[in-house]
């Protein structure tokens, strides 16, 4: 693993999300890969992506997060960390080799999810990977709390209350791709992927998102 990472000293180094170990094998043996990711959350996906050789540039819309991992990783000159909306505009200019969005893009409506896959989009190289999870409408918050937009809840309580969440079926998931060849959507069960940071454990056992796979569509621009 990478020496610098954002975990305190001491602590083990949390494992990162499957689609980040996964994204990470497509960039070892790739010279200067550069690798954008949306939401630091615990950093637990940035030293996998250095590890496999890659230079991170990383978006985060929660200011204290954005704060703390620019603090932890002053050192790493292979780690560049803004605050930033995930919709843009970025602060990073492209073309990146990759993306990765494992949970910014679980909170917020359809529109404002779909603006911010077009704002990864118009960063990556033609035929980049982009991996990101979404919500699903068959995890068990779906539909509750209140309404706030088409498909969006906000819990009143429990460790995300009040903020938004947007869930999607297979055709809506789909319906945002427009500029990507789709090489994977698939349903999964969360327990093993969602950041035990966030949520109770009882929550994490019923959590479902959307697993996507896609890459941008080979064109210039």
Do not use: Q
Request: aromatic share 8%.
């Amino acid at each position: 693993m990478a020496t610098r990472s954002d975990t305190p000293a001491g602590v083990p180094e949390p494992t990162p999300h499957p689609l980040a170990a996964e994204l990470a094998e497509t960039l070892r043996g790739i010279s200067g890969a550069r690798a954008l990711v949306l939401g630091i959350g615990s950093g637990r996906n940035v030293p996998v992506l250095i590890d496999a050789g890659a230079t991170v540039a990383a978006i985060e819309d929660d200011p204290e997060r954005a704060r703390a991992a620019m603090i932890r990783y002053a050192a790493e000159g292979r780690v560049r960390i803004a605050r930033s909306a995930y919709a843009g505009p970025y602060p990073f200019a492209g073309p990146f080799d990759v993306a990765l969005a494992t949970h910014a893009l679980l909170h917020g409506t359809p529109t404002h999810v779909a603006a911010a896959i077009a704002a990864v989009g118009n960063r990556l190289a033609p035929s980049a990977c982009f991996f990101f999870t979404l919500g699903s409408k068959r995890d068990p918050r779906f539909g509750s709390g209140r309404l706030v937009a088409p498909d969006t809840f906000v819990a009143d309580d429990g460790s995300e209350a009040g903020v938004a969440h947007g869930y999607f079926d297979e055709t809506g998931v789909r319906a945002l791709l427009d500029g990507f060849t789709i090489d994977g959507v698939a349903e999964v069960p969360a327990p093993g992927a969602a950041g035990a940071w966030a949520h109770t454990p009882g929550e994490l056992a019923t959590i479902v998102h959307w697993f996507v796979r896609a890459r941008r569509t080979g064109r210039d621009g």
